[in-house]
T-cell receptor, first 108, second 109 residues
Framework: KNEVEQSPQNLTAQEGEFITINCSYS?????LHWLQQHPGGGIVSLFM???GKKKHGRLIATINIQEKHSSLHITASHPRDSAVYIC??????????FGAGTRLTVKP | NAGVTQTPKFRVLKTGQSMTLLCAQD?????MYWYRQDPGMGLRLIHY???????AKGEVPDGYNVSRLKKQNFLLGLESAAPSQTSVYFC????????FGSGTRLTVV
């Protein structure tokens, strides 16, 4: 079945930098989710999208259905953005496959 | 407004022991899920439920059983724990977006 590939696996940035995390998948999906996993382990849902672009504060998520690709952007990054960012694709209501995550470290 | 609560947070089991992980949600969500997270791998679905009294197998169901006797609770059971079940377990519930519990770190020795 589908594989979800994220890049990069690890990313270190300086505070204030613009961050981009990429996610690619291989077959058609019903929706794509971006999740954030804090150093303590908790997972928070950031976005769910099936087309276009969504923005919440400094976070922007885009998806290109034709190219089977999504990006998560963080503008003006801050050390508190340090976390693992996970891309997950949903085939239907209950079959969701997760990427291995991108570990982001933002240095002050 | 607790969201999704998982108990326990940590547990160490000996091989062959049994245990039950409890997931409780107070959002009246129909859908509930159990995932495991292993190093270097994405979350993998163990079992899920689309409503009270229903359960279904996910991607990696072997060695686990589940029950959803009440809408707000989703229990994950390990009848005879094995070292391969050492993992971090996450419960989630869903209406539109997902709400995750804080995880249970299980070690089987």
């Amino acid at each position: 079945k589908n594989e979800v590939e994220q890049s990069p696996q690890n990313l270190t940035a300086q505070e204030g930098e613009f961050i981009t995390i990429n996610c690619s998948y291989s077959v058609g999906i019903s929706a794509l989710h971006w999740l954030q996993q804090h150093p303590g382990g908790g997972i928070v849902s950031l976005f769910m999208l099936s087309s276009g672009k969504k923005k919440h504060g400094r976070l922007i998520a885009t998806i290109n259905i034709q190219e089977k690709h999504s990006s998560l952007h963080i503008t003006a990054s801050h050390p508190r953005d340090s976390a693992v960012y996970i891309c997950a694709v949903a085939y239907n209501n209950n079959d969701m496959r997760f990427g291995a995550g991108t570990r982001l470290t933002v240095k002050p | 407004n607790a969201g999704v609560t998982q108990t326990p947070k940590f547990r160490v089991l000996k091989t062959g022991q049994s245990m039950t992980l409890l997931c409780a949600q107070d959002m009246n969500h129909e859908y509930m899920y159990w995932y495991r997270q292993d190093p270097g791998m994405g979350l993998r679905l163990i079992h899920y439920s689309v409503g009270e009294g229903t359960t279904a197998k996910g991607e990696v169901p072997d060695g686990y059983n589940v029950s959803r006797l009440k809408k707000q609770n989703f229990l994950l059971g390990l009848e005879s724990a094995a070292p391969s079940q050492t993992s971090v377990y996450f419960c989630a519930s869903r209406r539109w977006g997902y709400t995750f519990g804080s995880g249970t770190r299980l070690t089987v020795v």
